[in-house]
């Protein structure tokens, strides 16, 4: 019995070819457009210089002056779009991209109150202690305070805060100032004011100022 050599290899190529084009053909990875714009929820206006990332990632970018934006040669399947800027809440939302498909996505921001200001109402003092003393001249009045930024938003980049000192005779005032106190922040702090030769016998908060 022959056995043709010549016909087994060929058969044996030949299945290792369809088998390697089957295998491509499976692997293959299909891709797709997105075109996108966005908007500002308040004007519906298109906010330019946006950062576009997408997850799966692929190339970041950032909107043209109009809002909108381009993204070539995405992988086919779901994607989600990030979209970041200073002054805007960060927002995303989901696309289905499809094989030699442009998918469109429109994405609202909405602006954050970065302008929003402090208000002496935020600016929270409180004498936690004090206490009379005197040295070889004079009596003095020890006070402890604590000062605290109240709002959950606003930081005070300067403060004053002026405080009255009541003796058995004369009324005495003491001014203390301090910087870049951030929201929700506190801070304890103390001073002595000389009183010649009173006796205090109260301490209040007189007066506070503040800057944004």
């Given amino acids: 019995m022959k056995i043709n050599i010549s016909l087994i290899l060929l058969t044996l190529s030949m299945g290792i070819l369809i088998t390697s084009c089957a295998k491509d053909t499976v692997e293959a990875e299909l891709f797709g457009d997105i075109d996108g714009i966005v908007i500002d929820s308040e004007t519906e206006e298109g906010i330019r210089n946006v950062s576009i990332t997408t997850s799966p990632p692929s190339n970041a970018i950032l909107t043209s002056d109009d809002g909108s934006f381009s993204i070539d040669n995405v992988p086919a399947g779901n994607t989600t779009i990030q ?108 001073f002595r004011k000389n009183i010649r030769q009173e006796t205090a016998t109260d301490v209040q908060v007189e007066g506070i100022w503040i800057g944004g």
């Avoid at 004079?138 to 009255?164: G, L």
């Fill in 83 to 190: 979209a970041r800027k200073s002054g805007f809440s960060n927002t995303s939302v989901s696309v289905s991209v499809r094989d030699n498909r442009v998918a469109t996505a429109r994405i609202v921001m909405t602006a954050t109150d970065e302008s929003e200001e402090a208000s002496e109402d935020d600016l929270e003092v409180e004498v936690t202690s004090w206490e009379n003393g005197s040295d070889d001249e004079n009596n003095f009045v020890d006070v402890e305070y604590r000062i605290t930024n109240t709002s959950s938003t606003a930081n005070i980049s300067e403060y004053e805060v002026d405080f009255e000192i009541t003796t058995s005779g004369d009324t005495f005032f003491f001014q203390v100032s301090g910087e870049n106190l951030r929201s929700g922040q506190n801070r304890v702090d103390d």
